[in-house]
């Protein structure tokens, strides 16, 4: 199965790191030395991990194919995958992200949005919603809120609290309902 993870992101120095934003819960293990990752649309179609180090909270990452600050440039936005068979059918409720990107997003049988990403977070993950209005919505993925997730059907199925999807845009009705005049 192909895994996204990781988008490389602005170079690092002169001598071809790249900072890396971080898309798998294992990053000691998909960036160790040696590691081949495939990359999608890149000059290089597979990089190797040559080292890695945090940065403050940022992974900073050499290739071996990338040996210069032009070099890392180039392949800035390049998404990275791991290729594996140890994903297991089982009953956990773990998804990837890529199995989650396109799902019809429904509040009871009204569609309103569609999933657009995931954000990982230590406390939670968030799903990224496109509403019918064209708004990005974060939604907390827990099973309270998000009580079924059916990928042979595309769909997701809410029960948000109020406010969900109005809170913070800027033409939302205020709490009282009232107009402001």
């Known amino acids: 199965m192909r895994v996204r993870v990781a988008r490389l992101g602005k170079p690092h120095g002169i001598r071809g790191e790249v900072t890396v934003e971080v898309m798998t819960d294992d990053p000691g293990s998909r960036f160790a030395p040696g590691t081949v990752l495939e990359a999608e ?3 290089h179609p597979h990089l190797t991990v040559e080292g890695a180090r945090w940065n403050k909270e940022i ?7 990338i040996v210069s600050r032009n070099d890392a440039e180039a392949a800035r936005g390049t998404f990275l995958y791991f290729d594996t068979e140890e994903v297991e059918e089982d009953d956990s409720e773990g998804y990837y992200e890529h199995e989650l990107e396109g799902l019809e997003v429904r509040i009871g049988d009204a569609v309103v949005g569609k999933v657009t990403g995931l954000r990982t977070g230590t406390a939670q993950d ?3 919603v496109e509403d019918n209005e064209g ?3 974060f939604v907390p993925f827990v099973e309270q809120i998000v009580p079924e997730v059916d990928l042979e059907g595309g769909f997701v199925r809410l029960t948000p609290p109020d406010g969900l999807f109005t809170v913070n845009k800027g ?3 205020p ?3 009232l107009e402001e005049q």
Not at 59 to 65: G, H, K, N
């Open 41 to 43: 649309n890149s000059a």
């Open 126 to 128: 968030l799903l990224v």
């Open 135 to 137: 708004e990005e919505v």
């Open 59 to 65: 992974l900073v990452v050499a290739f071996e194919e």
């Open 175 to 177: 709490d009282d309902g």
């Open 171 to 173: 033409d939302s009705v």
